[in-house]
Each structure stands twice: as structure tokens, then as C-alpha cells.
């Protein structure tokens, strides 16, 4: 028989508008944790071997390529005790894991996501769950909340392989904590990409292939700086002209907007000038201009369109089929 | 009884076909509804704007007392919806999927436990309870469906195709869970192509075809109108003239043809079947006109008109 706990049919639905009030005034971590979205996701990835298989390879992989390095560098025997060397050493196996790290991330991310809203379409869960009343946003934020808890797993098992680096020397805290930003913010942006395709795509399929279309096309553009820095390098515009601030100002957001140019280009700033934060003149050296470190432009850019992305995607989901 | 849903002029277009055509229709709370049509009839299309999972292009529905268009949220409340496919996630166990959507409907979980329980005594799943969702049969499925869209306590249960697909047991079941969830007082609103099941469980009907609305009523309402002459079949002793008795038959009053019969009772049976107006009083006078002839009756009872003849004749020439 029906639970006598119910009540008489409307009765639910007073309670369940109060439960919504308690909910709002709850810290905003415990209402990601009573997102059952969030819930229902970490239980079924952690459920299948599929997570710890997808663990264990990434750690390999990172793993591999430290032993390589530590061996390019410490085979050369006259470089073993010089402290300078093994600083450098230190830069160099802390600076491949976090490009490796960004490299791994930017493609994982997306695959976590891709299929996050096509997928429940594609199960025909999705019409039960929007007669509930799950908010799109729950829906959206549960669903990129798990794929970003286990990203940030993934991030944070590979800090004792990256730890060598730290018996070696030559990382500051200053590099460890940008790099540690950049890596949360690649995940969650890369998250988002996938989970924004999955928001208006059909299938799952397209969704993915859409999702590392957008990833490549945004490395081509890598592609595209060196061509640009190799084009302006040869060109003279004479001191101080408008034209050369805005090309400067312009490869150094390309620069920024890049994981690995940024990267790179931070700690190059950070190790010649010093600098976390600000730099002088960073490109051609005919101007003085002052510009932000890439990462700083990186973060903010990207949780920008981060945010952006989420607003559309929970656009997508809420509005009902026309 | 007071309305629970009313739907007034619904109108919804795919390009250039009109799946749902100016629908008008009130459904009284606490009755098991029966929307049937062909496939392509707009059922599926009406449900889904009912369950403010489509937006309508024109008109209003009103779900106790509040607009799909402009309040959905309430609407979700007191609905529960089962689609015509079962939406399943593989990787939980059933409580697990019950657990989840009472999340979904923001139950704390302690009620959620509780509930789960009565609810799986309910449907009778109470034994599979830490089993995975995908190992259940279609029959299981479907009960826990209905189970899931329990789960509010909705007052109102929407339920597309809720036999499909199921063998003829599974379906004896279903139609007798949707028995016991009508007595706790739900309103039901179903589609079916199984004629069978939405005669014996419904207590209105509608009837959709090209996307209207072309009938809609009880079961006796709608036979009446669809076919206004009640069949008699009325059985005789084989030790009578059995067209003699076919004349007598044609002469009395409210009697329009009558034909003979095989095949109806015991073999050494006569049997006549006969097409009658008039109401029940006049089918009494009938009767025992026939006895004052001293015919020799063994059998008199009248033939309940089906919902597939109905069907057939609600639908007839507009398909063509």
C-alpha cells in the first residue's frame, strides 16, 4: 500500500517548497553536496574499472616521462653534483609534468563531459529528469561538479610523482601555485567545452568530435603565434607607434590565451624578470609596455568563457522542445 | 468531481504538419483517462505538452489549476510522467534509481528511505532492491517506473504507452497495479494501442486521430454514440421452428434485423442475434413478450459493444 507518510497529493508539494528555502540558505559547498546529480555521477564513474584504469595510465604516462627526463639529464655525469644543473633539472621535471599535466587534462576534460547531456537524451533519462524538479543548473553543475572532482583527483595524484622535483631544487612556491591554478582552470574549462556541445547536440558522438574539434583548432593557433612572432620580428615600425602596442598587445593575449604558450611564457617572465605578476616590453623591446603575466590574462580569460558556456548550456537544457 | 486538467484549444505544428489540432478536453480529478489513436494520432505529442516537456503553439493547459506555459514548476509537482520508452541508468541498483529521483524531487533522505520501501512492497520489486537497474525485465522495468513516478506522491499519474512491449502477463500485472494506485485516489491518464486494456481500466476515453480529439466519454457514452442500436442475442431449445421465431422476433417493437447465429452456447442451441433501440425498460418489455409467445428462451443477455468497434467507427473515413 501507498506509505501513509505521504499524505494527501498536495500536501508534498508544500513540504517540498520549504525543503527548497532550508536548501537556499545552506553554505554553498553543502548544496553541492545535496545536488544529487553530483551524487548520482562520482557513485557510477567510481562504480566501473573505467576511472581507475583511466587513473592509472594517466599516472604512468607522467611517470614515464619524468624517468626519461631524469635520465636525459643526470646520463650526462659532469652535471650530476653541480647544484645550478640539478636546479635546472628540477625546472625542467617540473615544467614537463604541468604541460603534460595540461596536455592530459585538456583531452580527458572533455571526453568526461561530452556526453553528459546527449547521453541522458540518448538513455531517454533526460525527459524524466526535466518533469522533476531538478533546475537545469543543478543538472548542468552536478554534471560538470563530478567530472571536475575527478580531474581534480587526477591533478592531485600526480603531486608526489611531481614532488621529485622538489628534492632537486630550483621550484618556488610562486611557480607551484600558478601552475596548480592553471591546471584547476584548464580542467574546468575544458569540462565545460564538452558539457556546453552536450548541451545542444543530439548525440554524443558529435558532441565529442565537436568538443576536440574546438580543442585543436584552439591549438592551431598556437601554430599561428610562431608565424606572427616570426613575421613581426622582421618588421620595423619605428619607436612608439599605436600600430606596434596593439600587435604586442594582441599576440601577448594569443600568447595568454594558450595553456602551454602561457605556461611557458609565465615562468620564462618569472625566471628573466623575476616576476609573478607584471611584465615590461615582452615581446619586440622597441616599446615600453607594461603587460599582465600570461597566466593572470589565462585565468581570467578562461574562467570568463566558463562562465559564459554554463549560462548557455543551462539555457539549453532548461528551455523545453519546440 | 472537479476538473484536474483542462485543455483548451491546444495546438502544436512539427514544419508543416499538424501533430495536435485545437484539442479541447476536461478531465474530472480521481478518473482513469484512456487516449487512444493510431500511431501519429498526436497522444504522445498532447502528453508531452501535458508534462510541460513541449511548448504549445496555441492554447492553454491548466493542471490543477496551474498553466503549463506560465507556472511548469507547480505543474511538476503534482505530475508524474512515464514516458513510452523506459529510461534507465545502468549503473545503479534499483533503490539507488528510486533514491535518486526522490533527490531529484528534493525528499530528505531519510523520508526517501521510508518511502522506498512502501514503495517497492507496492509495485512488488521489494526482493530486487540492491539488484542493477539493467538486469530487470521489461516487466520490472515498468513497475519500477511506476514506482520512480510515485515517488512525490503526485496526484496526477501521466503515463504513455504503460503496456508496450510487455508479455501478456506483465500486462495483467500493470493493468492491476494501475487498479490499486487508481483506488489510492490518483488521478491516471494513459495511452494505449491496446484497446483491451484501456477498456477495462478506464473510465473515460478519448479517441485522437490526425491530431484532434474525435471522441471523447465513458465507454457506454461513447458506444452510444458510435453505435446507437444495442445487440440482442437471444437462444432457443432446438424443438422450435427457428425461422418462425426469427419472424416473431422482427415484429416486435424497437427490433431493426435479426439474423442467425451459430456457433453461440451448447451445440443442440438455436441462437438469433438481433439489433434493438430502446432503453433498458424496453428491452424488459421485449423479453417478456417473447415468453407470453412461449418460446422456448434458454439464453437472452445483450452484447457489450467493444472499444475496437467504437474505435473503428469514431476513426472511420478520417484516416482516408
Known amino acids: 500500500m501507498i506509505p501513509e507518510n505521504q499524505g494527501t497529493p498536495l500536501e508534498p508539494a508544500a513540504s517540498m517548497a520549504s525543503d527548497g528555502k532550508a536548501a537556499a540558505r545552506k553554505h554553498p559547498f553543502r548544496r553541492a553536496l545535496d545536488n544529487p546529480v553530483i551524487l548520482k555521477e562520482l557513485r557510477g564513474r567510481m562504480r566501473g574499472r573505467q576511472a581507475f584504469i583511466l587513473l592509472t595510465v594517466y599516472l604512468g604516462l607522467i611517470a614515464l616521462f619524468i624517468v626519461l627526463i631524469y635520465n636525459a639529464v643526470f646520463g650526462v655525469e659532469s652535471l650530476t653534483w653541480d647544484p645550478s644543473s640539478r636546479q635546472i633539472a628540477g625546472k625542467v621535471i617540473f615544467g614537463t609534468v604541468v604541460l603534460l599535466e595540461l596536455l592530459l587534462l585538456s583531452f580527458i576534460a572533455p571526453g568526461l563531459t561530452a556526453g553528459a547531456i546527449t547521453a541522458e537524451r540518448e538513455r531517454q533519462t533526460f525527459d524524466l529528469l526535466r518533469t522533476t524538479l531538478l533546475s537545469a543548473r543543478s543538472l548542468v553543475l552536478g554534471k560538470l561538479g563530478s567530472a571536475f572532482s575527478y580531474l581534480l583527483l587526477l591533478i592531485l595524484t600526480a603531486l608526489p610523482i611531481q614532488s621529485l622535483a622538489f628534492l632537486l631544487g630550483g621550484v618556488g612556491l610562486g611557480e607551484l601555485v600558478v601552475s596548480g591554478v592553471m591546471l584547476v582552470v584548464t580542467a574546468i574549462f575544458f569540462c565545460t567545452l564538452g558539457l556546453f556541445f552536450s548541451s545542444f547536440m543530439k548525440r554524443t558522438l558529435p558532441a565529442t568530435v565537436s568538443s576536440y574539434a574546438a580543442i585543436l583548432g584552439s591549438f592551431l593557433v598556437l601554430i599561428m603565434i610562431f608565424f606572427l612572432i616570426a613575421y613581426f620580428e622582421s618588421t620595423s615600425f619605428g619607436s612608439n607607434s599605436v600600430r606596434e602596442y596593439m600587435l604586442t598587445v594582441a599576440i601577448w593575449v594569443l600568447i595568454s590565451t594558450n595553456p602551454f604558450m602561457a605556461a611557458v611564457m609565465s615562468e620564462v617572465i618569472l625566471v628573466d624578470e623575476q616576476s609573478l605578476f607584471l611584465t615590461n616590453s615582452p615581446l619586440f623591446g622597441s616599446s615600453s609596455l607594461t603587460l599582465p603575466s600570461p597566466w593572470i590574462i589565462y585565468v581570467l580569460f578562461y574562467l570568463g568563457l566558463t562562465f559564459i558556456m554554463i549560462i548557455i548550456s543551462i539555457y539549453n537544457v532548461k528551455r523545453p522542445d519546440r | ?320
Not at chain 2, 472537479?2 to 491546444?10: D, G, P
Open chain 2, 1 to 320: 468531481m472537479s476538473a484536474i486538467i483542462e485543455i483548451r484549444q491546444l495546438t502544436k505544428r512539427f514544419a508543416r504538419r499538424t501533430a495536435v489540432d485545437r484539442v479541447n478536453l476536461t478531465i474530472a480529478s480521481g478518473e482513469i483517462f484512456g487516449l487512444v489513436g493510431p500511431n501519429g494520432a498526436g497522444k504522445t505529442t498532447t502528453m508531452r505538452m501535458l508534462v510541460t516537456l513541449l511548448q504549445p503553439d496555441h492554447g492553454e493547459i491548466w493542471v490543477g489549476g496551474h498553466s503549463v506555459r506560465k507556472d511548469p514548476r507547480q505543474v511538476r509537482r503534482i505530475i508524474g510522467f512515464m514516458p513510452d520508452s523506459f529510461g534507465v541508468y545502468g549503473d545503479m541498483t534499483v533503490y539507488e534509481y528510486l533514491d535518486f529521483f526522490g533527490a531529484c524531487y528534493h525528499l530528505p533522505p531519510l523520508q526517501r528511505q521510508s518511502l522506498i520501501k512502501d514503495l517497492l512492497e507496492l509495485v512488488d520489486i521489494g526482493h530486487r532492491r540492491d539488484d542493477m537497474v539493467d538486469t530487470l525485465s521489461r516487466g520490472l522495468k515498468q513497475r519500477l517506473g511506476l514506482a520512480r513516478v510515485l515517488i512525490h506522491d503526485p496526484s496526477i499519474l501521466i503515463l504513455d504507452e504503460p503496456a508496450s512491449g510487455l508479455d501478456p502477463r506483465a500486462r495483467v500485472e500493470i493493468r492491476e497495479l494501475l487498479l490499486e494506485i487508481a483506488h489510492l485516489g490518483k488521478t491516471i491518464i494513459f495511452s494505449s494501442h491496446i484497446l483491451a486494456d484501456v477498456a477495462e481500466l478506464c473510465t473515460s476515453v478519448g479517441i485522437m486521430e490526425s491530431g484532434k480529439l474525435v471522441a471523447v466519454g465513458t465507454l457506454d457514452e461513447l458506444s452510444e454514440k458510435a453505435v446507437p442500436h444495442r445487440l440482442i442475442q437471444i437462444s432457443f431449445l432446438d424443438q422450435i421452428d427457428i425461422e418462425n421465431a426469427q419472424a416473431a422476433l422482427s415484429s416486435l417493437p424497437g427490433i431493426s434485423q435479426v439474423r442467425l447465429k451459430d456457433g453461440l452456447g451448447k451445440a443442440d442451441w438455436l441462437s438469433l442475434e438481433a439489433e434493438f433501440i430502446g432503453d433498458d425498460e424496453a428491452l424488459s418489455q421485449l423479453l417478456g413478450k417473447l415468453v407470453e409467445q412461449r418460446l422456448p428462451i434458454v439464453h437472452f443477455s445483450e452484447e457489450t459493444q467493444n472499444l475496437e468497434e467504437v474505435f473503428m467507427r469514431a476513426t472511420r473515413g478520417i484516416v482516408s
